[in-house]
């Protein structure tokens, strides 16, 4: 499914972006424990399209994002909340207090997600 790959991909930009201060092959290195998306309309082949990410809860080794992919004439396409748990081998690790610093600030209650 190409959407899920699209906000995939949307949120690995985000975390990138958001300057993971440990060594990973990734920034902020998770695996998605829970994704929810729900289908708006459709997107075509070579169609501008953005992701737009926010998260929406910090957890002690989680955080919720809420997404959406939109046209390039701001048409909403598909929007999904997506949970994801940071992890290293079998299991969740808690957040470090360098990621905490990182990612508190970019939490947006939910109800200001869906505005902007």
Known sequence: MVY???LELGRLQFFKA???PEPHAFAFQHVTA???LRY??????????SVRSKLTAL??????MDQAIVGADGSLRAIARVIVVRSQGDGALPWTDGQRERLAPLVVAPNEAARS
């Open 18 to 20: 958001a300057n993971d």
């Open 4 to 6: 899920a790959e699209y």
């Open 59 to 64: 957890g002690r080794s989680s955080t919720t």
């Open 34 to 36: 829970e994704f929810h």
């Open 40 to 49: 708006i309309a459709a997107c075509f082949y070579d169609e501008v399209l």
